[in-house]
Nanobody
């Protein structure tokens, strides 16, 4: 079992930055690819970014590539999402995800709200 707790959301003006954090419980953090997803009002949850277990592989949606950076600190059981050049269309609830493909396991946090004003 993995529990995920996100933090760092808030209200920011367009062009600003935020850094989201997600702390995972348990001793198997390094067994999971970690990711961020988001869900805007009235829309389905969608992929934002993913990082491999070692941190050497990162993947982004086209809409955030070049603006967002995902990273992880395995010693702290934490994954981060640095978000720069935020735009109103980035407004959403951001969810942290832990994914272990070999056993088809996924865990989700409760989400943190990011609101970007124009």
């Amino acid at each position: 079992q993995v529990q995920l707790v996100e933090s760092g959301g808030g209200l920011v003006q367009a062009g600003g930055s935020l850094r989201l954090s997600c702390v995972a419980s348990g001793r198997t953090f390094t067994a999971y690819d970690m990711g961020w997803f988001r869900q805007a009002p009235g829309k389905e949850r969608g992929f934002v970014a993913r990082i491999s277990t070692s941190g050497t592989g990162t993947y982004y949606s086209d809409s955030v590539k070049g603006r967002f950076t995902i990273s992880r600190d395995n010693a702290k059981n934490t994954v981060y999402l640095q978000m720069n050049s935020l735009q109103p269309e980035d407004t959403a609830v951001y969810y942290c995800n832990a994914h272990r493909a070999v056993v088809a396991l996924d865990y989700w946090g409760e989400g943190t709200l990011v609101t970007v004003s124009s």
